[in-house]
């Protein structure tokens, strides 16, 4: 893969941060080190001193003193090494990317903590996008990724997507509009990524299914572009196995994914991470070097000492307990939906994620229905009369 291709010049002009090189340094250094580089504050002068974290199964997590000092204190830019290396072994056992033993500069997979995945993402598509840049997207297209990337001025090119997901068909359609060979002439302009949520899709709640993922990534080599996997709902799936992911197929090194744990730890701690190509992993580190500097240390830390109390294990049981209780809102849902909805609108049953995309028949712009009037009215059998007004 030829990496620089990809980036923008001012992500390509990104040098590491002296002070936070020094901090990945203080990291990794004995406490007898008294550092005077860095604007490290002394913690001792800050008013938390320490503190005991309840969980659902009645046990604890301590931050005592020392624990303390350290959540209030300054971190790696990539993220605390132990929670990395957590998170790395979790990646491997779930995903089991071919890229893991590749040359650094060929691929290697690597990780990097993110405030959520939001922040990561956008930082992906920032160093990605140039005005003028084509990007395949697909419609519905989640309304965070729209806000993030239209004001860098790129084209999205819409792919037609179904209950499964993206059709493959369309895609390869709009890319016919090129020739393989294209994507080494940068005046051909050929579109240097596709943009999916591939499981429980916000909004539309859809999940692409693994043919069709196979197909996506066969055309992502044949026509040179990344692919950028948003996966938030990915312990979100409600049947077992999982759909292997774009991340276990990519013998490349093309695929950039991204986690988040806002939907079944917490979406205020605002911890998400970035998988990927380390050549784009270190472009994007460096950026959170010069913005966020880091995600919450505090954070980290709660998030970290919960994930080694469960260990793996601990944690895949709690995601089926998240994914039991959201299976049966669904159905809740779903059940509401057809007492109320049948014959006046359409949808698909989710296999995953929070979302049902609810199509009214024979009304195209739902807004101000749902606006104006839906919300003086009860949920779905309000809405139900209300449609039926508006016909
Ligand atoms: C598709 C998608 N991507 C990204 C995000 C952002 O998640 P996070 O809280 O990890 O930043 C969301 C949140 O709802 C989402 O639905």
Known sequence: MNYTRFITAASAARKPSAIRVMTEILGKSSKS??????????????????????TDNGETIQFDEEMMKRALQYSQSAGLPELLS???????????????????????????????SQEG????????????????VNEPIYSGTIHAVQPLGCNMINISSDEHGIIPDSLREILSRWKPEDSKNPEKNTPKFLYTVPNGNNPAGNSLTTNRKKE????????????IEDDPYYFMQFNKPWAPTFLSMDIDGRVIRADSFSKVLSSGLRIGFITGPKPLIERIVLHIQVSTMHPSTFAQLLVSQLLYQWGEEGFLAHVDRVIDFYRKQRDALLAAADKWLSGLAEWHVPTAGMFLWVKIKGLHDVRKLIEEKAFKKEAFQGLAQLIKESL
């Open 33 to 54: 080190v008294l550092s005077l580089a860095t604007g490290a504050p002394n913690p001792n002068t800050f008013p938390f001193k320490t503190a005991v974290i309840t």
């Open 86 to 116: 957590w998170l790395k072994q979790l990646q491997v056992k779930l995903h089991n990317p071919p890229t893991i033993h590749y040359p650094p500069s060929q691929g290697q997979m690597d990780m990097c903590v993110t405030c959520g």
């Open 121 to 136: 993402l956008c930082k992906v598509f920032e160093m990605i996008v140039n005005p003028g840049d084509n990007i395949l």
């Open 216 to 227: 996506i990534y066969e055309l992502a080599r044949k026509y040179d572009f990344l692919i």
